[in-house]
């Protein structure tokens, strides 16, 4: 192993990515070879520049850091960064891959990298297994905390819709709305409650008041300005992608 670990770091947010920049200067043994901001571009730096060491935020619109760890072809070490809670991260310490738990401390990020040596094995199938079992374990734990069904009081009656046919849901007059075809239903939740809840590979913030499935989105309209309309499908709703969440489309869709 070289006695400097070149790195990548891998974040969505620009501030998490100037706090690690910030830290690992003043550790000798880290030389940052690119940072990325999104999955698909992280994978093209892994498999271009072989890093020794990749710094993967999990939670990333469009691909996890999990969904790329999928894709990789060069393994590098993998330090996760994660705001998960301590309940989640037993699944990081029983498959001996490290973590530091956001906002990252000095103390911690120092501890992680004295564990450098343990965590890389001598041939690279067993990190490969580890990180496997990783994948497994916490794709389990997601899968338990994701809202599968959605109930709507109509008059007497509870109607129950399941994720998989919800279009969208949308906001307006303090009122959230399922839209499913050219229907649409009030529910008892905020678009921030559903926006924590919902799984973040089916459903993305595209505005302030709309979340879309993105299995339901017909077409994707530019506009001027930078601007765009996101049209679904079954249904002549369009919906206003705001500036700030265009990115979140764009990883999705991958366009």
Known sequence: MPMTYRAILVDDEDLAVKRLQ????????????????????????VDELKPDLLFLDIQMPGLSGFDVI??????????????YDEYALEAFET???????????KDRLHKALQKLEMLRPAGGGDLEQRLDLLLRAMES???????????????????????????CFCASDKYTFLVTGE????????????????????????????????????EIVSLLGGRYLCRMKHQPRELPVSRSMVKNLRNALGF
């Open 141 to 167: 734990r997601q899968a338990e905390t994701y809202l599968t069904h959605f109930p709507a009081k109509i008059g007497e009656r509870i109607l129950v819709f399941a994720a998989a046919d919800v279009s």
């Open 22 to 45: 910030r830290l690992l200067k003043e550790e000798p043994a880290v030389e940052i070879v690119a940072t990325a901001e999104n999955g698909r571009k992280a994978i093209g730096l």
């Open 183 to 218: 229907k649409e239903y009030i529910i008892d939740r905020t678009l921030a409650d559903l926006q924590e809840r919902l799984d973040p590979r089916r459903f993305v913030r595209i505005h302030r008041s709309a979340i879309v499935n993105v299995d339901h989105v017909k």
């Open 95 to 105: 498959c001996a891959v490290d973590y530091l738990l956001k906002p990252i401390e």
């Open 70 to 83: 999928r894709r990789l072809r060069h393994k590098p070490v993998v330090i996760f960064t994660t705001a």
